[in-house]
């Protein structure tokens, strides 16, 4: 397969990359991948506040391989089981702790809603407060939820947003709900296999949105060129968006009002200085933010660990394009989706 320049690496790394695999995955609903547990990256501890959290004498472990673009990682309790996106291929993946990782759910994002529709299948999932799953669909090109129990996963689906203002959305990419039942989102191009020039690009835009729990989709703002992975502070006063900017790697900051809609808009960390790193490969994208307020961020080089005043803590290098993380339901453990890979690391 023709190699990807660095650039288009990182342009494409949230959806449209097409890297080799190292193996074939079966992908017959019944068939489980056996754990994998093998050591990679390093850690690297910036602030000693970062000790609170991170052992640095814990090892990164792969604990599944074999995919073409791992993302949108989610813990679900009620499966015991982690959940995670392989967009290229369509599908959402399963990994039990100790047991390995199995077929979940296909075809995840893209059903041939419109003619034409690009192949890519799921990137952000989270559930909301029915317990349901819910998906951005690349390939679909829209916020779904997917209409049946979680323990009987099947590709029936009902869309949440999938058009601002009579035009089709970009392709939603990450997600967020706060407390009080707004859905957070993302929409860059990414899913359109020629980004920013593709001819089915309807808007003029890359927006970050808002869904009401009454359903209302409202843009908070245009003006963002690449806005991709998405948090809440825990206090719920401010959100935070990744932006894959390969030529300006940055992530923002924005207060939230009592109505939920965004003002002072802010850079959290401006980390143009890695870009084009040979060692520091990637971008921002996904994250999770601890209950203690510190903020788990991919991006150049791996895992970015902040302080909630833009304090770079630690980073966990992960030797991969990492495009999204996650914390288990006890935060003792971080969830890692790495190009081909899904990794872990333990934590306090």
Not at 123 to 137: A, D, R, S, T, V
Not at 184 to 197: C, K, N
Not at 330 to 345: G, N, V
Request: aromatic share 8%.
């Amino acid at each position: 397969m023709k190699q990807l320049n660095v650039i288009a690496i990182l342009f494409l790394m949230t959806c449209t990359i097409a890297a080799c695999t190292t193996k074939k995955w079966d992908k017959s609903e019944g068939h489980l991948a056996p754990e994998l547990n093998q050591a990679i990256g390093s850690i690297e501890i910036i602030n000693p506040r970062a000790l609170q959290l991170i052992d640095p004498t814990k090892k990164i472990l792969i604990r599944a391989d074999g995919f073409r673009w791992t993302e949108g990682p989610f813990w679900v309790d009620e499966l015991q089981a982690l959940l995670f996106s392989d967009i290229p291929n369509n599908r959402i993946m399963q990994y039990q702790p100790g047991i390995g990782t199995r077929l979940y759910l296909e075809p995840a994002g893209a059903t041939a809603l419109f003619p034409g529709d690009d192949n890519g299948g799921s990137n952000g999932l989270l559930l909301n407060n029915k317990n349901e799953l819910i998906l951005l669909q690349q390939g679909d090109r829209r916020v779904a939820l997917m209409a049946t129990p979680l323990n009987h996963p099947a590709p029936k689906y009902k869309s949440i947003a999938s058009e601002f203002q009579g035009k089709r959305l970009n392709s939603p990419n990450d997600a967020v709900f706060s407390r009080s039942g707004n859905l957070y989102f993302t929409d860059p191009p990414y899913g359109l296999a020629g980004g920013m020039t593709d001819q089915r690009k309807t808007l003029e835009f890359q927006g970050i949105y808002k869904v009401t729990s009454s359903g209302e989709l409202a843009l908070l703002d245009d003006q963002v060129k690449f806005p991709n992975g998405i948090g809440l502070s825990t206090d719920q006063k401010t959100l935070y968006i990744g932006v894959s900017d390969p030529e300006h790697p940055h992530w923002l900051a924005y207060d939230l009002d009592e109505q939920g809609n965004t003002r002072n808009k802010r850079v959290f960390y401006d980390a143009s200085e890695f870009k084009n790193n040979a060692k520091h490969q990637g971008v921002p994208d996904g994250m999770a933010t601890h209950s203690s307020g510190v903020l788990f961020a991919t991006g150049p080089g791996g895992v970015w660990v902040f302080s909630p005043a833009g304090e770079v803590l630690a980073k966990i290098h992960t030797e991969k394009l990492t495009a999204n993380c996650t914390l288990s339901s006890d935060e003792k453990t971080l969830f890692i989706t790495a190009h081909d890979t899904l990794m872990s690391l333990s934590l306090k």
